[in-house]
T-cell receptor, first 112, second 112 residues
Framework: LAKTTQPISMDSYEGQEVNITCSHN???????ITWYQQFPSQGPRFIIQ???TKVTNEVASLFIPADRKSSTLSLPRVSLSDTAVYYCLVGPFKAAGNKLTFGGGTRVLVKP | DAGVIQSPRHEVTEMGQEVTLRCKPI?????LFWYRQTMMRGLELLIY????????DSGMPEDRFSAKMPNASFSTLKIQPSEPRDSAVYFC??????????FGPGTRLTVL
């Protein structure tokens, strides 16, 4: 599975946009990029997944450049409740057992 | 729909005792995963099952850990004998053969 690198932590303020960039230089052709969110005392929760260009849902947007060696998770107008750890994962879609490897994640703190 | 159900939510035991953690995956999901999370090591995959069959247990720390999935709706993770270094939050997750996993609320284990 492709190794990922993301910032350890980020601070933001309510109402701002938060962008978290993940590097995955050795991403394979059949790999997808997936982001999970983990609130304190809860299990990780799927946020968004993409293969190329841009994906948007009700929670976030995911921007993937043409070379796919990085991706950026964008959280629009964050609130205090968006304080969480965000994990970037890269791996093949529908892989046998869909094994995920979680890195250290990015700890996002939203301040009032 | 009910999500992944784990029990107990909290477990406090003494060193040397047997601990059994339980998980009920989401109905219809084919894959089940056990993770352990600590501050020092982050989120680690211990073992996963596909269609009730263990596929990869390379993450199981040692022989004191064992996991079973007797049917599609139930799995256990057993630690015997338990040690203080096993203290962690243990998560169970299930997946419908896609790249998205649904995590349970976790079991916080404390071994004294």
């Amino acid at each position: 599975l492709a190794k990922t690198t993301q910032p350890i932590s980020m601070d933001s303020y309510e109402g701002q946009e938060v962008n978290i960039t993940c590097s995955h230089n050795n991403i394979a052709t059949n790999d997808y990029i997936t982001w999970y969110q983990q609130f304190p005392s809860q299990g990780p929760r799927f946020i968004i997944q993409g293969y190329k260009t841009k994906v948007t849902n009700e929670v976030a947007s995911l921007f993937i450049p043409a070379d796919r060696k990085s991706s950026t998770l964008s959280l629009p107008r964050v609130s205090l409740s968006d304080t969480a750890v965000y994990y970037c994962l890269v791996g093949p879609f529908k892989a046998a057992g869909n094994k995920l490897t979680f890195g250290g994640g990015t700890r996002v703190l939203v301040k009032p | 729909d009910a999500g992944v159900i784990q029990s107990p939510r909290h477990e406090v035991t003494e060193m040397g005792q047997e601990v059994t953690l339980r998980c009920k995956p989401i109905s219809g999901h084919n894959s089940l995963f056990w993770y352990r999370q600590t501050m020092m090591r982050g989120l680690e995959l211990l073992i996963y099952f596909n269609n009730n069959v263990p596929i990869d247990d390379s993450g199981m720390p040692e022989d004191r850990f064992s996991a079973k999935m007797p049917n599609a709706s139930f799995s256990t993770l057993k630690i015997q004998p338990s040690e203080p270094r096993d203290s962690a939050v243990y998560f169970c997750a299930s997946s419908p053969q896609l790249y998205t996993q649904y995590f349970g609320p976790g079991t916080r284990l404390t071994v004294l």
